[in-house]
C-alpha cells in the first residue's frame, strides 16, 4: 500500500532542543493539502520567532548556560511545551482563514474523507522517514537528546513537575505574552523552572 504523506521538519529552535516536523496528508481537500512549505513562515512567525528571541536575549544576557545539561533540558522541555501551545492555535487560525480560489479548510473537510485513518494503517515514525529518504533523497534529522535527563527517579521528575505546577499551572498566558513580545513572564518561568529542578536532582 503507498502512502502519500507530505513530510517537512523546522529547526528555528534547535539550538534550544526544539524540531517541528510536520507530515501532511496527500489524500484530502483540507487546506493541510496545502504544500508544508506554505505553513513553515505562519510557524515562525507566530510561534518560533518569538520564543527563540526571548532565549537568545536570556543566553546574550548569562541568565542561562546553555552548555549545562540540565538548563538545556529544561529549556527544551518548557519550550516543546509552549510550542505545542502555539502550534495548535496556529493550526486551528489555519484551518479556518479563506484560501483564495478554493475556500476555507474546515469547510473543505466536509468534502473529504471524514474519518481518521487508523494507526495501524500509518508507517512507524522510522519507516516513514526511509520512505521520506528514499522517494525524496533526502533525510530528516534523526532523533538525538538535547540535553539529559536529571532527574534519578521517576518520583524526583514527579515531584518538580508538580511543584512547578503549583506556580504555573496554565501556560497559555506565559506563550500568549511572549508573542505579543513581553518576554518576561517566559524568562521568569524558565529560571523558576531550573531553579526547581536544580533544587530536586
Known amino acids: 500500500m503507498g502512502h502519500k504523506i507530505h513530510l517537512d521538519q523546522n529547526e528555528k529552535l534547535v539550538m534550544f532542543g526544539v524540531t517541528h516536523v510536520f507530515a501532511i496528508d496527500g489524500f484530502s481537500n483540507k487546506l493541510l493539502n496545502h504544500i508544508v512549505e506554505r505553513i513553515w513562515p505562519e510557524v515562525n512567525n507566530r510561534v518560533n520567532f518569538p520564543l527563540?528571541?526571548?532565549?537568545?536575549?536570556l543566553v546574550d544576557q548569562e541568565e542561562i548556560d546553555m552548555s549545562d545539561s540540565l538548563v538545556k533540558y529544561c529549556v527544551s522541555n518548557l519550550t516543546c511545551q509552549l510550542c505545542q501551545i502555539g502550534l495548535t492555535r496556529?493550526?486551528?487560525?489555519?484551518?479556518?482563514h479563506r484560501i483564495?480560489?478554493?475556500g476555507i479548510p474546515n469547510n473543505l473537510s466536509g468534502r473529504g474523507c471524514p474519518k481518521k485513518i487508523p494507526w495501524e494503517l500509518l508507517p512507524h515514525s522510522v519507516e516513514a522517514a526511509e520512505l521520506y529518504r528514499q522517494q525524496l533523497g533526502s533525510s530528516l534529522t534523526t532523533h538525538s537528546t538535547f540535553g539529559v535527563d536529571?532527574?534519578?527517579t521517576e518520583h524526583d521528575k514527579i515531584t518538580v513537575e508538580n511543584q512547578f505546577a503549583e506556580q504555573y499551572s496554565d501556560m497559555s498566558d506565559v506563550f500568549c505574552s511572549a508573542v505579543n513580545n513581553d518576554f518576561s513572564p517566559y524568562k521568569q518561568v524558565l529560571l523558576c523552572l531550573i531553579n526547581i529542578t536544580q533544587r530536586n536532582v
Open 100 to 102: 483564495p480560489g478554493k
Open 52 to 57: 527563540k528571541t526571548a532565549l537568545l536575549q
Open 90 to 96: 496556529m493550526v486551528k487560525s489555519w484551518n479556518a
Open 150 to 152: 536529571p532527574f534519578s
